[in-house]
């Protein structure tokens, strides 16, 4: 099945929660708390403004998002759990990793 959301809504999964501690202690299911970072699997076209002109999402499927941690209605769709919330609950996309800066090249010594 195929679910596409309406106006300026966005199908969200959360990543795996980490199962242990920095320490190497396991931690129980029950235990965890539920991350807050998920990825966009699907994002509506969009809603309209006052005018009636269609304001489009800044988020697009694929994009890493942080949200809170009450945000979005829980679903299940073909057996995957997945979250619906408005683009408003989104906090920001995690962007890429910055690029890294380039190497300095060693002084030349003149012997």
Sequence with gaps: MKFRPLHDRVV???VTAEEKTAGGIIIPDTAQEKPMEGEV?????GAPNELGVLIALDVKAGD?????KWSGTEVKIDGA???????????GVIEGSAPAAPAKKPAKSKA
């Design 64 to 68: 890493r998002v942080l949200f809170g």
């Design 12 to 14: 969200i999964r959360r």
């Design 41 to 45: 699997v699907a994002a509506g076209p």
């Design 81 to 91: 759990e997945l979250l619906i919330m408005k683009e408003s609950d989104i906090m």
